[in-house]
């Protein structure tokens, strides 16, 4: 993928990479020496047993992962945390968001709402009342902390006033 992205950046397109593999320090060090700048991580959790249960591997990974986004930033490369909300991590993601910004000065975050696909789990959806208190808590966040940008893909009023939006896709 490297020789891909490197052609890419020559043309003069602007690169914007998103992946849930973690980044190993000469992988960060390559990305930033051939031009990119930003990049997406997925990471729903920063809870080992937690990770475990969402990811479906072994939660060893998650060191790797958390060891990538230190390894981004020292490089230069702006790091997005893409976070689907599910009834296993909707009451960390305040504190997760609060940790990665202070020992990552990750400030770009995205949530998004569990939804259906290949891997639906109906026990997965967040509680609605969950649902309000996490918007709760993002809303305190970002006003208490100008430099975050955390992007809310998810209709609150939808979640909280429909009876069906366990059948819902990503906003």
Same mark, same amino acid.
């Given at each position: ?8 950046? /020559? ?26 700048? !930003? ?20 939660? /060893? ?67 609605? !009342? ?32 429909? !009876? ?8």
């Amino acid at each position: 993928i490297i020789s891909v992205l490197q052609l890419v950046v /020559k043309y003069g397109f602007e690169l914007y990479v998103s992946t849930k593999v973690p980044i190993s320090f000469n992988r960060a060090k390559i990305l930033s020496e051939i031009g990119v700048k !930003k990049i997406s991580l997925s990471l729903d959790t920063i809870e080992p047993d937690i990770y475990e249960q969402i990811i479906g591997i072994d939660k /060893k990974y998650l060191a790797k992962t958390l060891n990538g986004i230190e390894y981004l930033t020292k490089h230069g490369i702006e790091c997005t945390i893409k976070v689907t909300i599910t009834s296993l991590n909707i009451r960390q993601i305040p504190y997760m968001i609060e940790q990665l910004y202070s020992k990552y000065s990750c400030t770009n975050f995205m949530l998004q709402a569990y939804s259906r696909g290949d891997c639906y789990v109906k026990q997965l959806f967040a509680d609605k !009342k969950e649902y309000l208190t996490l918007d709760g808590k993002i809303n305190e966040l970002i006003d208490n902390n100008s430099r975050l940008k955390i992007t809310k893909a998810y209709n609150i009023e939808k979640i909280i006033g429909s !009876k069906k939006y366990l059948h819902m896709s990503r906003m």
